[in-house]
């Protein structure tokens, strides 16, 4: 259960921002083992007889893009920063967010260079802090940097709920979204809440990630995000049939080969440490586009750790390239724009 001292951010400090989280959801008291699981049995058990949650558009929001790897340490967080700035400097007009999904270990904070609870709107939702022109909420920004978050499950999918529908996200053309590793709870709760436009699948070319990154990108399939080419071994007409099934016309746009080679800053040879085009081939297999590569480079990752990543300290650089031509591929890819 939660603990009173770490609780404090949230019952206390936090009901500024956090409307309806300071009450039973977030209690320090320590009810019995017994009455906690009656009580889990009693919400799943209403949950699973209401069906499917009905997909709802976050409002003022026209595209939303989730960023996905399955495994943890590919550098999707990274990815998904670089990219939303990316976004953003393809083209000036377009408004861009980005809502940070890990529950468990936020780092949208530390990478964007923002700290401090949000403000409230008149209408009693959160106001997302903003630097570099991109609006974000996360879950670091409501608890104290060290705290950890030991929740159950059906608490984190209430705190993905209240971060999706609880934000004053003003109007955004497009919302990317930093999913936690893995294929749990909070990817069925965003999967399944609101429509996603379209899934990218980050992964670096060792052979350990992409077990994890197919199951990343099954994953979506299952929970009706359909691929953009189809379902291997099912054919183009099941895919058709398939959307028009679906609640929301989504799809995966494709993968992110992240830390692809990496050049000694001496002599400039190249070395594929983790292995050389298993994204592609993993692409290839599942009927999907390679969206691009990022290498393997130490500005990158100094960058992010400083608060400002190299799309904006480093524009013209190489690797800032590399994530601009990704965002590129990405909008070629989406449907057209909701007026």
Same mark, same amino acid.
């Given at each position: 259960?939660?603990?009173?001292?770490?609780?404090? /951010?949230?019952?206390?400090?936090?009901?500024?921002?956090?409307?309806?989280?300071?009450?039973?959801?977030?209690?320090?008291?320590?009810?019995?083992?017994?009455?906690?699981?009656?009580?889990?049995?009693?919400?799943?058990?209403?949950?699973?007889?209401?069906?499917?949650?009905? =997909?709802?558009?976050?409002?003022?929001?026209?595209?939303?893009?989730?960023?996905?790897?399955?495994?943890?340490?590919?550098?999707?967080?990274?990815?998904?920063? @670089?990219?939303?700035?990316?976004?953003?400097?393809?083209?000036?007009?377009?408004?861009?967010?980005?809502?940070?999904?890990?529950?468990?270990?936020?780092?949208?904070?530390?990478?964007?260079?923002?700290?401090?609870?949000?403000?409230?709107?008149?209408? @009693?939702?959160?106001?997302?802090?903003?630097?570099?022109?991109?609006?974000?909420?996360?879950?670091?920004?409501?608890?104290?940097?060290?705290?950890?978050?030991?929740?159950?499950?059906?608490?984190?999918?209430?705190?993905?709920?209240?971060?999706?529908?609880?934000?004053?996200?003003?109007?955004? !053309?497009?919302?990317?979204?930093?999913?936690?590793?893995?294929?749990?709870?909070?990817?069925?709760?965003?999967?399944?809440?609101?429509?996603?436009?379209?899934?990218?699948?980050?992964?670096? /070319?060792?052979?350990?990630?992409?077990?994890?990154?197919?199951?990343?990108?099954?994953?979506?399939?299952?929970?009706?995000? /359909?691929?953009?080419?189809?379902?291997?071994?099912?054919?183009?007409?099941?895919?058709?049939?398939?959307?028009?099934?679906?609640?929301?016309?989504?799809?995966?746009?494709?993968?992110? =080969?992240?830390?692809?080679?990496?050049?000694?800053?001496?002599?400039?040879?190249?070395?594929?440490?983790?292995?050389? @085009?298993?994204?592609?081939?993993?692409?290839?297999?599942?009927?999907?586009?390679?969206?691009? !590569?990022?290498?393997?480079?130490?500005?990158?990752?100094?960058?992010?750790?400083?608060?400002?990543?190299?799309?904006?300290?480093?524009?013209?650089?190489?690797?800032?390239?590399?994530?601009?031509?990704?965002?590129?591929?990405?909008?070629?890819?989406? /449907?057209?724009?909701?007026?």
């Amino acid at each position: 259960m939660v603990s009173r001292a770490w609780c404090r /951010p949230l019952c206390a400090g936090a009901p500024r921002c956090l409307p309806g989280w300071g009450s039973a959801a977030f209690s320090s008291r320590s009810p019995s083992s017994s009455t906690s699981d009656e009580i889990l049995k009693e919400k799943r058990a209403q949950i699973m007889s209401r069906g499917l949650p009905k =997909q709802k558009p976050i409002e003022g929001v026209k595209q939303v893009l989730a960023f996905a790897s399955g495994k943890g340490g590919v550098g999707k967080s990274t990815t998904a920063v @670089n990219i939303a700035l990316a976004l953003a400097a393809h083209d000036s007009t377009k408004a861009v967010g980005l809502l940070d999904a890990d529950i468990y270990g936020p780092s949208i904070p530390k990478m964007m260079n923002l700290k401090g609870y949000p403000e409230l709107s008149p209408k @009693n939702l959160m106001r997302p802090l903003k630097n570099y022109g991109i609006a974000c909420m996360s879950m670091g920004f409501l608890i104290e940097e060290s705290a950890p978050v030991v929740w159950r499950g059906l608490m984190v999918m209430s705190a993905v709920e209240k971060l999706l529908r609880q934000v004053d996200w003003g109007q955004l !053309d497009y919302l990317v979204i930093d999913m936690p590793p893995g294929t749990g709870d909070v990817h069925l709760s965003v999967s399944q809440n609101i429509p996603v436009t379209g899934a990218v699948i980050v992964s670096t /070319p060792q052979d350990i990630a992409l077990l994890d990154a197919r199951k990343g990108a099954e994953m979506f399939r299952k929970v009706h995000v /359909p691929s953009r080419e189809g379902t291997p071994g099912l054919g183009i007409k099941f895919a058709d049939h398939f959307w028009k099934r679906c609640r929301a016309r989504t799809r995966v746009l494709g993968l992110v =080969q992240n830390m692809s080679v990496f050049q000694c800053p001496k002599c400039k040879h190249e070395t594929h440490i983790f292995g050389a @085009n298993g994204v592609r081939d993993l692409a290839k297999t599942l009927g999907l586009d390679v969206l691009g !590569d990022v290498p393997l480079h130490l500005h990158i990752r100094e960058t992010c750790d400083a608060g400002q990543p190299i799309v904006v300290s480093q524009p013209q650089s190489d690797m800032a390239k590399a994530y601009l031509r990704i965002a590129n591929e990405i909008v070629k890819r989406l /449907p057209p724009t909701p007026a």
